[in-house]
């Protein structure tokens, strides 16, 4: 069966955002790098979706690099859904309620 492009979910969508917008604040250049490290997250996790550690039920998680943040997914048929994208020091309930 043929995968299907990955889905991310609005409020993944809006962590993204607001942890692109906040590094920024920092460097221009910060902030796209931050894009760089969330896209080839999630390339990872559609190349290999069963690669990543099952941190709750079917929810997996993904560790950029170079920053501290995380790609949380789930696998629905033939694609990834993306629910969050959080910093790794905030609750991971967060990502939980999400799936």
Known sequence: MKRQPPVVRA?????????RNWYLQISPELGESLIAAVDHAIALADERPQAFQTIYKSLRRVLLRRFPYAVFYTTRESRIVIVAVL???RDLRAAFRRT
């Open 11 to 19: 409020a993944a969508k809006r962590d993204i955002r607001e942890a």
């Open 87 to 89: 910093h790794q020091a």
